[in-house]
Nanobody, 122 residues
Framework: QKHLAESGGGLVQTGDSLRLSCATS????????MGWFRQAPGKEREFVAA???????GYADSVKGRFTISRSNAKNTVYLQMNSLKPEDTAVYYC????????????????WGQGTQVTVSS
């Protein structure tokens, strides 16, 4: 059974930082690319960041320079360090997995977590 569980969300103020974690089980984590997506109320799910099986990363322009994705193959976990948070970062954040290389499209991912809420107050 594939399982992804996000944690680390919360309510913060503009300029604060948060670190999201996504613990996984049920698949060979080291063979998978991991992505972070977010969805705000009334909006489509959008790409935030991803790291492929070999460590290469990609970011949405809106978070580049503020967010950092990383992975620990020893812990089967992917992280999203979010700095300089803005109100427009408010959303439910999801992690997702697909084989090998990362992709910006949510439809390209095979497995999803349940999400964690991030709220940034102004």
């Amino acid at each position: 059974q594939k399982h992804l569980a996000e944690s680390g969300g919360g309510l913060v103020q503009t300029g604060d930082s948060l670190r999201l974690s996504c613990a996984t089980s049920g698949f060979t984590f080291s063979n998978y690319a991991m992505g972070w997506f977010r969805q705000a109320p009334g909006k489509e799910r959008e790409f935030v960041a991803a790291v492929q099986w070999s460590g290469g990363t990609g970011y949405a322009d809106s978070v580049k320079g503020r967010f950092t994705i990383s992975r620990s193959n020893a812990k089967n976990t992917v992280y999203l360090q979010m700095n300089s948070l803005k109100p427009e970062d408010t959303a439910v954040y999801y992690c997702a997995a697909r084989t090998r290389t990362w992709n910006r499209s949510p439809g390209a991912y095979d497995y999803w977590g349940q999400g964690t809420q991030v709220t940034v107050s102004s």
